[in-house]
């Protein structure tokens, strides 16, 4: 298990000159490994090495050889990615391109250390003062250690971006003592907690369509080559309001998890998710919405939190969840559009009525092999309790949140 902090050092023109050297060097090695793993078809580091290693030691001597082996891997790496995406039909061109450089670094090209870090050039090794973060000692504190290998990369204003990697044994999972499922959405999340259902709003209909406002009327009538069009588009965060919200939201969900002894239940999506979600849909405004909802990423985020605490995770289909009466076992029938209560359905059954989000939580229950009797529904229209975003993205457990909010069990 890893993690990875990026740190940035502003250094001067003379040490920054020795890494450019540095950088150039490495592409062309990493070039010439790229076209050998092609032209002999293997992507094994070991062969790579074998075969261009004598040449490229004669080619530049002044390098450090174990930058050839760095880059061998690298090489390896994304020979190795371009054959899996060959596979899934989703490479658009005939080899792998070197669009960005990384160097990577072994235990004998860089040395770490609080007051320093070292990186050996051609001409001596050079020395780094950064100035590290809060996550850097989040993980340095807590029982991380920092892993024999990084990377950098050069950027503008002599400016050196560095990846410092964390290693950490997985620790063993525990004894589930209850189960938490978790249905995710567009605009939310629910989960069920200690037996109440709770939805966690995201905003991320609100988020996709307010970029992509900006977006149309950053670009209408200009074209995107030109460079203060694209100075603006690059200002623009989504990515990252998304990928920060997602983070803690697997962090609440996890610590949750972790504090109660319980296993989280989620949905295992299909590869390409969206692709298939959009299948039928013909409206490109919801298309947009579901493309950039990114449920295989909420839930991959999850998953990867729950590594790092030991938390159990069980994968469950997610068919028909929302639309089949937990009871019964028949359908639930939504009303048409124009209701009031548009995610609130009748079991056509027992006339129980359940809301979208509650009704899947409990089938997830279910399919996980939960075989405790499941509440019948209430006669009376209802909505589970929301916790605003601006709420729940403080760091806080999740049922001190709920306390404080004085949410009570909802009948289902």
Excluded at 133 to 141: E, G, L
Excluded at 334 to 351: D, H
């Amino acid at each position: 298990m890893q993690r990875t902090v990026k740190l940035r050092v502003k250094v001067s023109y003379e040490t920054y000159k020795k890494l450019k050297e540095v950088e150039e060097e490495y592409t062309e090695i990493l070039g010439d490994a790229i076209e050998y793993g092609l032209w002999n078809n293997t992507t094994s580091f070991t062969k790579i090495k074998a075969g261009i290693y004598k040449a490229e030691r004669e080619r530049h001597k002044g390098l450090p050889s174990h930058y050839i082996y760095t880059a061998c891997e690298d090489a390896s790496e994304r020979l190795d990615s371009f054959e899996k995406m060959k596979k899934r039909g989703r490479a658009y061109t005939d080899k792998p391109t070197i669009r960005r450089v990384t160097v990577h670094l072994d235990d004998h090209v860089w040395k770490f250390s609080l007051d320093k870090i070292t990186i050996v050039t051609k001409h001596g090794r050079v020395s780094l003062s950064p100035l590290f973060p809060k996550i850097f000692w989040r993980y340095y504190n807590s029982g991380w250690s920092v892993a024999s290998e990084a990377r950098f990369k050069l950027l503008k204003g002599n400016v050196i971006e560095l990846y410092i990697v964390f290693k950490k044994d997985e620790p063993k999972p525990y004894t589930p003592q209850g189960y938490i499922p978790v249905d995710l959405n567009e605009n939310a999340i629910s989960l069920l907690v200690h037996g109440k259902p709770v939805l966690l709003e995201t905003m991320t209909k609100k988020t996709t369509l307010g970029y992509e406002y900006r977006r149309r009327k950053i670009t209408t009538g200009k074209s995107t080559k030109d460079r203060e069009t694209r100075r603006k588009l690059r200002k623009l965060r989504e990515r990252d309001k998304k990928v920060d919200v997602r983070r803690k939201l697997a962090r609440l969900v996890v610590m949750e998890a972790f504090e109660s002894r319980s296993v989280i239940i989620l949905e295992d999506l299909p590869k390409r998710a969206p692709e298939h979600m959009v299948k039928d849909v013909r409206d490109s405004q919801l298309r947009l919405r579901i493309y950039r909802s990114a449920f295989s990423s909420m839930k991959n985020a999850i998953i990867e939190k729950a590594r790092e605490f030991g938390v159990p995770v069980i994968l469950v289909n997610p068919a028909y969840t929302s639309s089949t009466c937990p009871v019964h076992g028949c359908n639930v029938l939504y009303p048409p559009n124009g209701s009031t209560a548009l995610r609130v359905g009748r079991c056509e059954k027992g006339g129980e009525l359940w809301h979208r989000d509650v009704v899947a939580l409990y089938n997830l229950l279910k399919r996980a092999g939960h075989v405790s009797p499941v509440p019948l529904g209430s006669k009376e229209p209802h909505d589970p309790p929301t916790v605003k975003l601006g709420r729940w993205l403080r760091a806080k457990p999740l049922h001190s949140i709920m306390n404080e909010d004085k949410m009570i069990e909802m009948r289902v």
